[in-house]
């Protein structure tokens, strides 16, 4: 499908020009100071002064091209995980089939908790990417305290929790609901992620519940899936992973842009 390759683009885009970056960081030179050792006129607390800020000029570019490996591996990692998104939604879309069929109803409940299911993986994936980089690391940690109640005891988080509970957490918890995903995203990454409308959210994990505990039955009724509805969500959540892409990358082209 052609949003599989959007998604392929958008890291092939950003991995370049994260290279770009780099390669521009490691081949800076700075120009010749022109001091001269002569005994005379050789001023020392001058050139103190100038090695100092040398030393700081330095320093901030080791910072930078620590950040651009930082971003380099983030998205050699986050393409991975597209990898295995676009190879489980592939699958599932060759599942669904071209017209309504009678009795086709629990086959195509199942589809759409895969689709789901791709979803939360994803995510799942996303998420520690995210927590392999540094200053996103530090300002989860940091936001703790801004989550909303539900959001942090869903989530049995403290203010004092650690780098690894909180890894550990957001690898274990069940994520699924995109409402929930973009304020997790928005506290912890500062990351501004797209949602689905709350009644359209709520009707597709209901659905998604009562097929995966329930056999599709509520009310002792069988719920009516139909084939529009499983290619909707479909589309719906390879629209949400691709704009949660363009969010990362436009958060690393931004800090990449800043002057050193």
Request: hydrophobic share 40%; proline share 2%; charged share 30%.
């Amino acid at each position: 499908m052609c949003r599989n390759k959007i998604l392929k683009v958008q890291v092939t885009r950003s991995s370049n020009c994260l290279v770009s970056h780099f390669k521009t960081l490691c081949f800076r030179i700075w120009p010749n100071k022109g001091v001269y050792m002569e005994e005379d006129d050789f001023d020392f607390e001058a050139f103190e002064k100038e090695l100092e800020e040398d030393n700081r000029e330095l320093d901030l570019l080791f910072q930078k091209m620590d950040d651009a490996c930082e971003w380099m591996d983030v998205f050699s990692d986050l393409e991975c995980t597209i990898n295995a998104f676009n190879s489980n939604m592939s699958s599932l879309r060759q599942a669904i089939p071209s017209e309504e069929k009678h009795d086709n109803n629990f086959h195509l409940g199942i589809l759409l908790v895969g689709i789901i299911s791709a979803y939360e993986s994803f995510i799942h994936d996303f998420f520690d990417v995210c927590c392999n980089k540094s200053s996103y690391m530090k300002m989860a940690i940091t936001n703790i305290d801004k989550l909303e109640d539900k959001d942090r005891n869903y989530l049995r988080l403290k203010v004092n929790s650690t780098e690894g509970f909180l890894r550990g957490r957001l690898k274990k918890a069940t994520l699924h609901d995109p409402i929930q995903i973009a304020r997790l995203s928005l506290v912890f990454f500062n990351l501004r992620m797209p949602i689905l409308k709350l009644e359209h959210t709520e009707k597709l994990l209901e659905q998604r519940n009562l097929f995966t505990h329930h056999g599709g039955i509520s009310n002792g009724k069988q719920i009516e899936i139909k084939v529009e509805n499983v290619l909707g969500v479909y589309n719906a959540i390879y629209k949400l992973v691709n704009e949660y892409i363009n969010s990362i990358s436009k958060d690393a082209d931004l800090c990449l842009k800043e002057e050193i």
